[in-house]
């Protein structure tokens, strides 16, 4: 059966895709407004570069599920082992240690978290967690990693004869 777009779905897709920045549900959206307009699956296809049979399925779910549903992403990557509340009460206490001036590894925090877990998490898992509760410490570098010796920086110095050198 091929689905018809209405000239009211239409507009409501084209809004709907002036309004979104995510370039996969765009192209959805475009070969959508495609279709409504006359265009063929081949077409659209070359046009988005989407296979044909993608193009069916896109349709199909379009008109199955409306167009609220189609644009919800269904997809989130919430890879978390426990709720952010768990995890920032964990975090607090680390947090109390800093600021009294203790210095605080990441090998202590997923101690624990290993602890609370019972399994390994790994070091990614805690640093992505430290990224997601926002912290961070910069601390410079003592000296540029590429830095001179001190030895060249001297002998590169242009010293005129009777001027002292400073060291």
């Known amino acids: 059966m091929a689905y018809r777009i209405t000239k ?3 507009e409501q897709i ?3 895709e002036k309004g979104t920045k995510d370039k996969r549900l765009s192209r959805q959206l ?3 407004m495609l279709r409504y307009e006359g265009k063929k699956n081949p077409e659209i ?3 988005l570069d989407i296979s044909t049979d993608r193009i069916s399925h896109i349709v199909s779910q379009y008109k199955r599920e409306g167009l609220e549903e189609f644009m919800r992403v269904k997809y989130t ?3 978390w082992n426990m709720s952010y509340e768990e995890e920032q009460a964990i975090l607090d206490t680390f947090a109390e240690r800093a ?3 203790q210095i605080i590894t990441v090998k202590e ?3 624990v978290f290993d602890e609370k877990l019972g399994r ?3 070091r990614g898992y805690i640093y992505m967690l430290l990224a997601r509760h926002k912290w961070r410490k910069i601390k410079p570098r003592p000296k540029h990693p590429e830095r001179a010796s001190d030895e060249e920086i001297a002998a590169s110095k242009k010293l005129k004869p009777g001027w002292k050198e400073s060291s």
């Open 120 to 122: 390994d998490t790994g």
């Open 99 to 101: 600021e009294a001036g």
């Open 14 to 16: 084209q809004a709907a």
């Open 8 to 10: 009211e779905e239409y």
């Open 45 to 47: 296809a070359e046009k």
């Open 109 to 111: 925090i997923k101690a």
């Open 30 to 32: 475009k070969a959508l």
């Open 77 to 79: 990557g919430h890879n």
